[in-house]
């Protein structure tokens, strides 16, 4: 069975881990569509750092609306690694190989993430189910 974590729900953590992942996976697919672009700096996100902030309440601004229907806009407060590689003679500092890596390091903790939550999720419908009956 899933538990909390501190005070801090094991679905709060696993939806929190999901969220940084899709974060940091679009900033990896941004590096690597910039791979030979010239002058182009590669940002990566530091994941641990990025959910802890996230967990502790510091993950984001929420930017305040005048009207009922404005869209809410969320500025992100995102940590990045510092990167001391390097550079092409282009001045680009992408490692093609660096990112792939990242990229499944990145997809391999959502499976996780995605796993347990999935489970947690069959345990409710597996005991709403139950009192059915």
């Known amino acids: 069975m899933i ?26 697919a941004n590096n690597i569509a910039n791979v030979d672009t010239p002058g182009y700096s590669e940002r990566n996100l530091d994941f641990n750092k990025t959910l802890s902030a996230v967990l502790n309440g510091r993950g984001g601004i929420a930017l305040r609306t005048s009207h009922p229907r404005h869209i809410p806009l969320l ?17 680009n500092s992408v490692d093609i190989d660096e990112q792939i890596l990242r990229l ?10 995605y796993a347990l939550l ?5 345990q ?5 189910n139950e009192l059915k009956r």
């Open 104 to 113: 499944s390091e990145n997809l391999g903790r959502m499976t996780v993430f």
């Open 3 to 28: 538990r909390n974590i501190g005070n801090i729900s094991a679905e709060g953590y696993l939806i929190a881990g999901l969220s940084v992942g899709e974060i940091n996976h679009k900033y990896i």
């Open 124 to 128: 409710i419908i597996g005991a709403i």
């Open 118 to 122: 999935a489970k947690k999720y069959s």
């Open 75 to 91: 500025k992100e407060n995102l940590i990045f690694e510092e990167k001391h590689s390097l550079i092409k003679n282009d001045f």
